[in-house]
């Protein structure tokens, strides 16, 4: 059976992003001033799982043939919608 590992999650308390995910043996095998160092100015949560990014963003290259215009296009205002109102019936 496989062991569980577990996880530092390190976050940045002013922007509040997270700036790196160590796992706890990496953690445990620096020396004391690395830790300091690394820590000073964040906060740390223990995490059970690091998640991987599931999507892939790939660029492709592709030739302009016609020129590109960057002007304003009309926007035609939407017609307003009316909504019907009930009357309301007096319970007994």
Known sequence: ???KQTFV???NKKTGQIEKIISMDDL??????DKISIV?????FQIAYEIEP?????MKKKTVVEAIS????EVVPEPKK???TRKSTPKK
């Not at 000073?40 to 740390?44: A, V």
């Open 54 to 58: 599931v999507i892939k963003v790939e």
């Open 1 to 3: 059976m496989a062991t």
């Open 70 to 73: 960057y002007e304003p296009e």
């Open 9 to 11: 999650q390190i976050v």
């Open 40 to 44: 000073r100015g964040k906060q740390l």
């Open 28 to 33: 445990n095998s620096m020396t004391l001033e």
């Open 82 to 84: 009316t909504t019907k």
